[in-house]
């Protein structure tokens, strides 16, 4: 399998290349240059696998013969072995067609640790094959942080730093990746907001020097092998409810867009899923961007989905590169004038195409808390705020009596607050965790200064 730039201009790779380099050297996107398609005889014979094995063969036509069926097997096997659900990501019915796939069950309680398990293993594979080692920097609205945290720790050839915005992540997520305490790991507070963080790991990917002088990689949402790595999850739920021989729908608590693609690299796998709910916070750009094709960026406002709290939405543009039908240069100046003017010029062909799919959703905060309420009164289903966004989405724009997978994405103890004040219960944090208010926590508050990051970087990466 080899990959492209959705910008055109970087030499294809292969997977492992991929995986280290994280965003291409053009500024673009890795996608592969064909998408591999499973024949519906070859999902029904799926059906029915443990996650870690249906999970091994999603994956395998992504990766390529770099890494055999029977390695990746073993770490899917690895990876998932610390869950706290021997189902990893159980389905579990809300009314007649609404299903939360919960994705929570893992190290940090988010869904970040699906793909996050995974590529930690997958890294350790190939930097020791190559004898290589890394730097790996990520910027964090609260979840991916500490899911990297957990998949790196400890591991001899990574060396890793994390930027969260100061203030803006929940207690428990800023003290799942503060209280790590791991030698290659260090965390940094900048003052500033989530796409200032995101802002300042591409600007450092785009300091070629820096790039190749710390070894940078990237276990952000733009990895590929992230999304690829988030697709047997729909697969599994799809494959649950009666796919491929039935059609699905999906809705997706939505901030970066990863996530949702991943579901919508399952429907160009072959699976049937017939919509895309994207379900968003009064941080709406993409709703409204599929209600009236206005892609323009407001200020970022903080909201008690936090981990949606984001603007510039990254994986966007790997879409975009296929609605534009491939066009890389068209795909660039696009992401250029986004980038120069704070609006998105997407033709109105490919726009039509977009919303023949995708569907847009708000909710605001007392919309979000309501939703809670209702889960918990009618289904005694206690849900985190994302997962409410997007059962509120599902059950407004939901194609009638279709299926409708829901991505949990948090587990409700990760936001107490939010769901003590909706239900009166605060939820309790899982046995593993429950010391987390007690342990040190240890970071570095930085100004949103590229000049001060990178040598922030530079000192940590050589102290090893
Ligand atoms: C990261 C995250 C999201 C957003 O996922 P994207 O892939 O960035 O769209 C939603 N909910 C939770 C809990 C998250 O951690």
Redesign the pocket.
Known sequence: MRYISTRGQAAPRDFESVLLAGLAEDGGLFVPDAWPEFTMAEWRALRGLPYPELAARVIHPFIGEGIPLDALREMTARAYSGFGHPAIAPLVQLDTSAFALEL?HGPTL???DMAMQLLGLLFDHVLAKRGQRVTIVGAT????GSAAIEACRDRAAIDMVILHPEGRTSDVQRRQMTTVRAENVRNIAVQGSFDDCQDLVKAMFADAPFREEMHLSAVN?INWARIAA?IPYYAYAALALGAPDREVAVA???????????AWAARRMGLPIARFIVAANRNDILARFLAANDMSAREVEPSL?P??D?QV?S?FERLLFELLGRDAHATAETMQRFRAEGRMPVPDAAWREATAFFTGFTLDDPGTLGEIRRLWVECGYLA?P??AIGTAAARSLAPPGMPTII?A??HPA?FPDAVERATGIRPPLPARLADLYEREERYTVLPNDLASIEAAVRAHARRN
């Open positions: 929570f988010a869904f970040k609205s609260g979840d991916t949402s988030q997706v608590p939505t901030g970066n867009f990863g996530n949702v693609l991943a989905s981990s949606m984001i939405s994986n985190d994302h997962t991505a994405t948090a990760k």
